[in-house]
């Protein structure tokens, strides 16, 4: 089975039916936001929309919103450098969070161990992304 073919959006009208209120919700949510609300031009809600797939990891999302901002005069640079810049912000997120793990960590340790693993850099970001 190909998880990712493009076939099974012919789905798409099937769960429509199993849920038309909240489809309906949805589709009227998304076109407030790429229709209704100006103050982003939609080129660039398209290449917000192409960095976010690529997060998300959706590649019917990928394909429709590369093609979108293709058609409203993007370039491949600019999707790649969108690409990149959440590329970084995702994993300067992860590193960030990394914290939670050094502060779970620590909760397991004796006062003693704690004191001393806290030799601190002279310059600690606040955020890595």
């Known amino acids: 089975m190909n998880y990712y073919d493009s076939n099974n959006l012919k ?39 192409v960095a976010v797939a690529h997060i998300t990891g959706c590649p019917y999302c990928i394909d429709t919103h590369v093609k979108k901002f293709q058609s409203l005069g993007g370039t491949r640079e600019e999707i790649f450098e969108a690409v990149l810049v959440a ?25 003693e161990q704690q004191t001393s693993t806290e030799a601190q850099p002279k310059h600690t970001p606040k955020c890595f992304c």
């Open 11 to 49: 789905k798409i009208p099937d769960l429509i039916r199993l849920a038309p209120e909240a489809t309906q919700s949805y589709l009227n949510f998304e076109h407030q936001v790429y229709e209704e609300l100006k103050a982003i031009p939609l080129r660039t809600k398209e290449l917000i929309a």
């Open 87 to 111: 590329t970084c912000t995702r994993a300067g997120a992860v590193l960030s969070h990394a914290t939670h793990s050094l502060v779970a960590y620590e909760e397991g340790m004796s006062q």
